[in-house]
């Protein structure tokens, strides 16, 4: 079946999905089949398997973990690889998917089980790089700093970052063989060194980004952009920070 077949309510709907005991273990494929149900999406189906595990050929087995919050495609934490592509499962509706529908978990973090994977990589990156705006205690400090509505909008756009990791999946330097930081710390960098604030700590970003698994050694594929369900202009971060890097190099040369 074809994502343009017409489907109906009641209806079967065949998921094969990538399972795995734990970390160590190997990974095997396990098919199941769930009854359609108006607007239905991943998670909804993963919800179905989980109150009856009984898998296609009807066998019982356990149900599948997975990761799921928000359900509205803000935390991130229910990203999976639908059909080959990570996406978030909770606004990925079953009738836009061609079946037999393939759900496997992130393919650059490791394996908790099923499709939960560990993305603590993704948030040390962003100890890193301090991903943060600098405040001295918890008094009040007065109204902040101004910013202009040119950067107070793309710094929005930075803002709306799930960390869900998608850009990493699609990137082709997010390896083993690499330290590639990612496109989402990069992105996160030039959010906060944006502001009027968080400029603050900007020159010691800048120094995290100049280090092995920095910025030189994104490829320029582009496709972290094209994977990020929230349209973030990353490439524009990466040819910006590239930019501001090399002049922060050459000052600090200068100054030896």
Request: with cysteine.
């Amino acid at each position: 079946m074809s994502a343009t077949d017409s489907i109906q309510p009641g209806q079967p709907i065949r998921l094969k999905i990538l399972r795995q005991v734990c970390p160590n273990s190997a990974p095997y494929w396990e098919e199941f089949v769930v009854t359609y149900q108006a607007n239905m999406n991943v998670v909804s189906a993963l919800m179905e398997i989980e109150a009856k595990p009984v898998n296609a050929e009807g066998k019982e087995t356990t149900p599948v973990a997975y990761d799921a919050a928000c359900l509205e495609e803000v935390c991130g934490s229910c990203t999976m690889v639908i059909n080959g592509r990570a996406r978030q499962s909770c606004s990925t509706l079953i009738r836009d998917l061609k079946q037999p529908i393939t759900l496997q978990p992130l393919r650059k973090f490791p394996v908790l089980r099923d499709l939960v994977v560990d993305r603590a990589e993704m948030f040390q990156r962003l100890t890193q790089v301090k991903a943060w705006v600098p405040i001295d205690g918890t008094f009040a400090l007065g109204p902040g700093p101004k910013m202009s509505e040119k950067v107070r909008a793309l710094a929005y756009e930075f803002s709306r970052c799930m960390t869900c990791g998608c850009c990493l999946d699609a990137c082709p330097q997010v390896n083993k063989r690499s330290s590639f930081m990612g496109p989402s710390a990069v992105g996160q960098v030039y959010l906060f060194n944006s502001h009027p604030t968080g400029a603050e700590l900007a020159e010691d970003r800048l120094d995290e980004l100049s280090k092995p698994g920095g910025i030189a050694e994104c490829g320029n594929a582009q496709n972290c952009e094209k994977a990020c369900p929230k349209k973030i202009p990353l490439t524009d971060a990466l040819a910006h920070l590239g930019r501001r890097t090399t002049v922060h190099a050459i000052k600090k040369l200068l100054e030896q």
